[in-house]
Nanobody
Framework: QVRLVESGGGLGQAGGSLRLSCAAS????????LGWFRQALGKEREFVAA????????SYADSVKGRFTISRDNAKNTVYLQMNSLKPEDTAVYYC??????????????????WGQGTQVTVSS
């Protein structure tokens, strides 16, 4: 079983920055991809970014490309999402997810096997 625990959400200002963390435990993650998704109120959950645990290849949604950066710390089994140049439309619950047998860098919700509980990010204008 894999456990994912997000932290770092909260209130940010437009143009500002926040960093989310996702601590993973329960398995070795060599074949994994870790991703971030978000769900705004009244909307479907959408892909934000993902990273392969081995090699560190990344993928981003167009809406966050150039503003958000996903990274990982192998020693701490932690994935980060650095969010810069925040916009009010980034307001959502952010979820960390793990794909145990990732092929490439998955960006579909259905490809992920494990999910965290989510952390709220609110960006004020």
């Amino acid at each position: 079983q894999v456990r994912l625990v997000e932290s770092g959400g909260g209130l940010g200002q437009a143009g500002g920055s926040l960093r989310l963390s996702c601590a993973a435990s329960g398995r070795t993650f060599r074949s994994y991809a870790l991703g971030w998704f978000r769900q705004a109120l009244g909307k479907e959950r959408e892909f934000v970014a993902a990273i392969r645990w081995s090699g560190g290849s990344t993928s981003y949604a167009d809406s966050v490309k150039g503003r958000f950066t996903i990274s990982r710390d192998n020693a701490k089994n932690t994935v980060y999402l650095q969010m810069n140049s925040l916009k009010p439309e980034d307001t959502a619950v952010y979820y960390c997810a793990a794909d145990a047998w990732a092929v490439g860098i998955p960006n579909r919700e259905s490809e992920y096997d494990y999910w965290g509980q989510g952390t709220q990010v609110t960006v004020s204008s």
